[in-house]
């Protein structure tokens, strides 16, 4: 069992920014990419960037590429999303997903409301 919790969420007003946190718990032994969907009001969960173990590899949605920065922590077990530059589009519900040996694990989301 591994348990995912989000922090840093809150109200920014465009062009803002604000830092997102995901410590993983538990069983963490060998946990692989990471990341992070979102889910904006009325709309499906969509994907918004992708770690790779080491950290070295990375991957943002187009939508968010350029503004949005992932990075990882493995001695912390920790991914971090470093929004800049937000707009209102980006006001959504931020998931923390990691997978490990085939299984994916979800945090609870955490709140982004962007004003303008």
């Known amino acids: 069992q591994v348990r995912l919790v989000e922090s840093g969420g809150g109200l920014v007003q465009a062009g803002g920014s604000l830092r997102l946190s995901c410590a993983a718990s538990?069983?963490?032994?060998?946990?692989?990419?990471m990341g992070w969907f979102r889910q904006r009001p009325g709309k499906e969960r969509e994907f918004v960037a992708t770690?790779?173990?080491?950290?070295?590899?990375?991957f943002h949605s187009y939508s968010v590429k350029g503004r949005f920065t992932i990075s990882r922590d493995n001695a912390k077990n920790t991914v971090s999303l470093q929004m800049n530059s937000l707009k209102p589009e980006d006001t959504a519900v931020y998931f923390c997903?990691?997978?490990?040996?085939?299984?994916?694990?979800w945090g609870q989301g955490t709140q982004v409301t962007v004003s303008s």
């Open positions: 997903y990691t997978g490990r040996f085939g299984s994916v694990y």
């Open positions: 770690i790779s173990r080491g950290g070295t590899n990375t």
């Open positions: 538990g069983n963490t032994f060998r946990t692989y990419n």
